[in-house]
């Protein structure tokens, strides 16, 4: 019997608890890693976030946290942005159970459906808004992919809507924000955007300005 398994009563009244708390937009998931991937869901809380259940498999990030356990290279992950097959907007994180060897044998996920609160974030930018100056904002960070994260982020604040209620104008007008912020700049960007909303690396370039050239490091 795992870990997980052995305390699963425990671990179950912790993602009910964290679920009541946080309420109907909060899903929490356990997952035991011991058994076959695609079975790993063994108590779950608001499932209707992401359409899972108890008994379904684990995402491609816990997956290759996986592969990376077995380099030593697994950590866990806090405050995210991640998003549904629907388009909703998640902020996530994820806490990995270790046994005694260090092994990930198990994992405690928590999904925070925030795609009303980034319509809010909106209106509230434009009725906060001061005229008189510029406010600039500059992001610190020592990695690139947070920094894309929160350009992603900010450009769906900047169309505000979720990807599942966007036309084709709200992604034109996303997807030449984060090109004038230099997004394109960073390497294998166009990928991540256009995974992010839901379309080709084609359709990326035409929503770009006719005549601009295609992104640095892209072939």
Known sequence: ???????LEVLSGI??????????NCEV???DLTLPYDST??????????????????????????RNAMSGEAVDTYNYINHSKKGRVLRSSSHYIRNAAG???GSFCINFDISELVVAQKNIQYL???DGGDDTRELFTGNVDELLQTLMADSMALVGKPIS???KDDKVQAIRYLDAKGAFL????????SEFYGISKFTLYNYLNEGHEKPEGED
């Open 41 to 66: 869901i063994v108590a779950i809380e608001n499932g209707y976030i992401t359409g899972r259940k108890i008994g379904d498999s684990g995402t491609n990030t816990g997956l290759e946290v996986l």
């Open 165 to 167: 209620e966007m036309n």
């Open 103 to 105: 092994e990930i044998i």
């Open 29 to 31: 998931v356990v997952h």
């Open 128 to 130: 906060a808004f001061m």
């Open 15 to 24: 993602a009910k608890c964290v679920a009541k708390e946080f309420g109907m």
């Open 1 to 7: 019997m795992s870990y997980v398994s052995e305390n």
């Open 186 to 193: 960073i390497k294998k960007s166009v990928e991540t955007v």
